[in-house]
């Protein structure tokens, strides 16, 4: 696997795999890589000749007082599972590299309506870092496939919608989210749980399960399940942000005839934020 740091470096090698019409796939990451990020690797190797990952943690996409400075980073470890996952290109810039003029000056890419709700409710600038970094990246890399895991469920939109408004001729492709056995969706702040903490995690995935059975099971009353798992998680120790059942295509509210529909939900246990969604079917 090559590493590459600078633009040019990275563009090289986009060059020279384009003469042979490799088809290229990139999985954008801020590292400390997981499971599911490596499912991610494992999709884009199946479906691409050639798969780019990016680490990078992207200042533009934390508020202040979130856990930019101290989020985990473990590049050697990283670079092992890349190789192991048999990734062609590590591409690792930094904050120079993707912001020369620094993140307040910078052309900033908003996906109006879904940077704004749920996630955008409770981060206010997140949305706008994510879409802003993500757009640069698809022109750096220009891939043909970028592979995003259903855990950020509202990212995943987001970007399909970027893609969709700027043209940008990529497949988003969309890759289940990669759970402990206990349920509990992996993720990188899951390290920022106490081992008490850790044991009661699992408890948001239980509540979105009981929400998807109540709902399949014939539950109309949306706003009352949603209060009741809330009320659950705080029972349980949690702060939660949101419970809420939205329709999967756009993330609005759901209305009559709705049959494709998502559960997502926000909380903070101890000083972890977790996030967490699963699909609901209505038949
Ligand atoms: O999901 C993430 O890790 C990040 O939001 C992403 C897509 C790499 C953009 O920084």
Not at 101 to 129: F, I, K
Request: hydrophobic fraction near 45%; proline fraction near 5%; glycine fraction near 8%.
């Amino acid at each position: 696997m090559d590493v590459c740091t600078q633009v040019d470096e990275l563009r090289q090698h986009i060059r020279a795999w384009r003469k042979h019409e490799s088809r290229i796939a990139l999985v954008p990451t801020m590292g400390n890589l997981h499971a599911g990020h490596l499912q991610l690797v494992r999709h884009a190797r199946a479906i691409a000749d050639r798969v780019v990952v990016s680490i990078f943690v992207n200042p533009m996409q934390f508020g202040a007082g979130e856990d930019c400075e101290s989020y985990p980073l473990t590049m050697d470890l990283d670079k092992a599972a890349l190789m192991d996952a048999d990734a062609d290109l590590l591409f690792a810039p930094n904050v120079h590299t993707m912001y020369p003029d620094g993140t307040r000056h910078t052309t900033v890419v908003a996906v109006p309506g879904l940077n704004s709700l749920l996630e955008g409710e409770h981060r206010p600038s997140h949305m706008n870092g994510v879409s802003t970094v993500v757009a640069k990246l698809f022109g750096m890399v220009q891939p043909d496939i970028a592979a995003f895991g259903e855990k950020d469920y509202q990212q995943l939109l987001l970007i399909r919608r970027l893609v969709q408004d700027l043209c940008l001729p990529i497949e988003i492709d969309a890759v289940e989210t990669v759970r402990e056995a206990d349920g509990l969706a992996m993720s990188s702040r899951n390290h920022y749980l106490q081992p008490q903490e850790r044991a009661i995690a699992p408890e948001l995935y239980r509540q979105l399960c009981r929400v998807r059975a109540q709902v399949e099971g014939g539950e109309a009353g949306f706003a009352a399940l949603e209060a009741a798992a809330s009320a659950a998680l705080v029972a349980a120790g949690f702060r939660p942000d949101y419970v809420s059942i939205r329709r999967a295509a756009d993330l609005g509210e759901p209305g009559v005839g709705d049959s494709s529909l998502r559960v997502l939900a926000a909380a903070w246990l101890g000083g972890a934020r977790l996030i967490d969604n699963i699909g609901i079917s209505i038949s």
